[in-house]
């Protein structure tokens, strides 16, 4: 059973006269305890679009335009629509049913509280109970995400650790009233390659014991192949090719997807250039007609310039915004 | 640093323990005040005696002891400069931080809010304000708060700019944080620096504020001693007896300048 089910998603912003469109109609659904992984290029909208399941676009620059965010609670026949929720609602909902966590896990921190006492707060604000049960809730979350002498560590601040820990602090905070979703916003890219490895490992155990979906946001395709059971790959804005991580990485049926994975470094083949991407991304304020990727696309006919490509136009079975996959 | 600690603690507790310090009955007979009068009560024996033993900075026109009416001034100086002061923050904090921190049409309606109170010449708008509401120690530190407020909004107003954009605000809404709780929990504490700063400063304009008012009359009534009316009694009289301008002009002096040393030192951190 789907727990959230992303409809026709669509999230703008406002740039003097321009529209940039962000995220342009993106549908997806997420199960109760399956990761999903969303890869794209820097500014190809995978953390506008998941920043907007959660309502965070702040309106001073844009808003999410259409679309619909089906969530199941449990223990409901009916999904709620998130975006047709009051704001009050909302927020009882973020770190309580949905968390987050961030890129950078120095700057996600508030660095003049402990990181004790940013934890606290999420527990105080969704679950309450007395100082001390929320102290040894505190406690317990830190022992969870691997953190050692946690007594000692409660009071710390974020300048006093370590990247690393900083970020087992930020999954803390999040898990620490057992959301049933958690979205991770590029989890390791401000990490060390050995620390990386750590969290990521971290977050698979994680979502296994506490059985809660994970939906990881990254452009790193080997972070997704260890974790993720489904991939989406977004291109300026779209969801240009879905499946499960085996369709996509034994079988890549869209040209972006394909030349993605030729442009992966290998064991099998040393020495030698790695295959680029010719061009660059076009601007999300002056997108061609048709399909996005066609100026940099081996397989571009006239037929790709003109009208939105539909979701699946070469009927491989699954999503695959290309006539000639 | 530490020179205008010292000062300004000295002054805080000169100003609480003013009824002990100089009174002309004591509160219990183990401890008499050090200076043995009341600052309203006369004596016209003594009348514009210069500083002496018994008198230790002379007497006034309608012979009262300097000293204990400036004793009893600090009282009303400090506690207009901290009064007036707590309001202009509070004031400042919030119309800044709901600018700062909402944008748009809020951030529209104060900032022309406060480009129009800086507009106005603050010490004629105090005056025009006062004779409008009458003079009284509640009144001046009323309006003396209520009318230093923009600079403090401005500050606060541009720190949350910035601060806003900043990520944890974003994971703190995450986690379900509200509005309120972001600016007050996890706003404020970040520009408490700041803050400190401009509320030394202001204390200190603040006192000098009274000060001027009470100079010309627009201050507290000559019942309460507050050393700006102290010294506008006394400048009648600058030729004949220069210790009614000395005293007062220094308590000012000193104590303007210890807070603006502490601000001065708390910007250089």
Redesign the interface.
């Known amino acids: 059973m789907s727990l959230l089910e992303v409809k026709h998603l669509e999230t703008h912003f406002y740039h003097e006269k321009s529209v940039i469109k962000a995220v342009d109609g993106v549908s997806l659904y997420l199960a109760k305890g399956e990761a999903v992984g969303i890869v794209g290029e820097s500014g190809c909208g995978k953390s506008v679009f998941a920043?907007s399941l959660?309502r965070?676009i702040p309106?001073?620059h844009g808003r999410i335009v259409g679309g619909a965010i089906m969530y199941h609670l449990p223990h409901q026949p009916n999904p709620i629509d998130l975006m047709k929720l009051p704001e009050e609602k909302m927020?009882?909902?973020?770190?309580?049913r949905m968390?987050?966590i961030?890129?950078?896990p120095m700057?996600?921190?508030?660095?003049?509280?402990t990181i004790g006492d940013q934890i606290a707060?999420?527990i105080a604000?969704?679950e309450g109970g007395s100082r001390a049960v929320i102290r040894d809730r505190t406690l317990e979350m830190l022992q969870l995400v691997g953190i050692p002498v946690p007594e000692k560590r409660i009071d710390a601040f974020p300048h006093e650790l370590s990247g690393g820990m900083r970020q087992r602090a930020?999954i803390a905070?999040?898990l620490s009233c057992k959301p049933d979703i958690l979205i991770a916003d590029e989890p390791t890219t401000a990490l060390d390659v050995t620390i990386q490895a750590q969290i990521l490992e971290l977050l698979a155990k994680l979502r296994e014991q506490l059985g809660m979906a994970l939906l990881l946001i990254t452009h790193d395709l080997g972070v997704v192949a260890e974790v993720a059971h489904r991939v989406m790959v977004m291109y300026a804005g779209k969801c240009v090719e879905e499946g499960t991580v085996q369709e996509i990485f034994h079988h890549p049926k869209h040209p972006y997807t394909q030349a993605l994975l030729r442009a992966l470094p290998s064991f099998g083949k040393r020495g030698g250039k790695l295959p680029t991407i010719p061009g660059a991304v076009p601007s999300l304020a002056h997108l061609p007609e048709g399909c996005a990727f066609q100026d940099r696309c081996p397989k571009v006919q006239e037929r790709c310039r003109k009208g939105a490509v539909p979701d699946d136009p070469s009927h491989v079975g699954r999503l695959v915004r290309c006539y000639y996959a | 640093m530490k020179v205008s600690v010292i000062i300004l603690l000295l002054m805080t507790l000169t100003a609480l323990a003013a009824p002990f310090l100089a009174n002309d009955r004591s509160f219990s007979s183990l401890l008499s005040p050090p200076i043995p009068y009341h600052p309203n009560s006369t004596d016209s024996d003594a009348i514009l005696t210069p500083p002496n033993r018994s008198h230790l900075l002379g007497t006034d026109d309608i012979g009262r002891d300097v000293l204990a009416q400036l004793i009893w001034g600090t009282r009303i100086s400090l506690s207009v400069g901290l009064v007036a002061m707590s309001i202009a923050l509070t004031l400042g904090i919030f119309l800044g931080g709901i600018a700062g921190y909402f944008g748009g049409i809020w951030d529209l309606l104060i900032s022309r809010l406060i480009e129009i109170f800086s507009c106005f010449p603050t010490f004629f708008f105090i005056l025009a304000l006062l004779s409008f509401v009458g003079p009284s120690l509640l009144n001046l530190m009323i309006v003396i708060g209520g009318t230093s407020w923009p600079g403090i909004a401005r500050l606060v107003r541009a720190e949350f700019f910035r601060l806003r954009e900043e990520e944890f605000v974003k994971a703190a809404s995450a986690l379900g944080a509200g509005s309120f709780r972001i600016l007050f929990r996890h706003l404020l504490p970040n520009i408490v620096r700041p803050l400190v700063v401009i509320a030394s400063f202001g204390i200190a304009a603040a006192i000098l504020g009274e000060a001027s008012l009470s100079f010309l009359g627009f201050g507290v009534r000559p019942e309460d001693p507050s050393w700006g009316s102290l010294l506008a009694s006394g400048e009648a009289y600058w030729d004949v007896a220069w210790w009614l301008t000395l005293a007062p002009g220094s308590a000012i002096f000193l104590t303007v300048t210890a807070f603006n040393l502490l601000g001065e030192s708390f910007r250089n951190r």
């Open positions: 920043h959660l965070l309106s001073s927020r009882s909902l973020r770190g309580k968390a987050m961030f890129q950078e700057t996600s921190l508030n660095p003049l509280s707060e999420a604000l969704h930020m905070m999040a």
